[in-house]
């Protein structure tokens, strides 16, 4: 069983940053492809970053370039740092893991997080 508690979100002033992490409890974090997503009011659930086991990582188009995701196999943890946060990217963040190299489908995803809420105001 793999247990992933987010934290780091909150609320933030458009062209701020905020910096979220996920620790992740349960196997072999190592060997898990991890990835980010968020769930805004009246969207579906989206990907927004993907971390492999290689450190390969992969972004949404709105992400890219805005967004880092990285991982630490010592404390088990896969961050996500934004930096010029838009309205746009206020959502609940979500981890997820472990999924299929690559993959930005959440249905390749077995285990989440949480959520952390995340509010850009312009």
């Known amino acids: 069983q793999?247990?992933?508690v987010e934290s780091g979100g909150g609320r933030v002033q458009a062209g701020g940053s905020l910096r979220l992490s996920c620790a992740a409890s349960g196997g072999t974090f190592?060997?898990?492809n991890m990835g980010w997503f968020r769930h805004a009011p009246g969207n579906e659930r989206s990907f927004v970053a993907g971390i492999t086991t290689g450190r390969s990582t992969y972004y949404e188009d709105s992400a890219e370039g805005r967004f880092t995701i990285s991982r630490d196999n010592v404390k088990n943890t896969v961050t996500l740092q934004m930096n010029n946060l838009k309205p746009e990217d206020t959502a609940v963040y979500f981890c997820a893991g472990p999924?299929?190299?690559g993959s930005t489908s959440a249905a390749s995803f077995p285990y989440w997080g949480q959520g952390t809420q995340v509010t850009v105001s312009s």
């Open 99 to 101: 999924g299929l190299a």
């Open 2 to 4: 793999v247990k992933l």
């Open 30 to 32: 190592s060997r898990y």
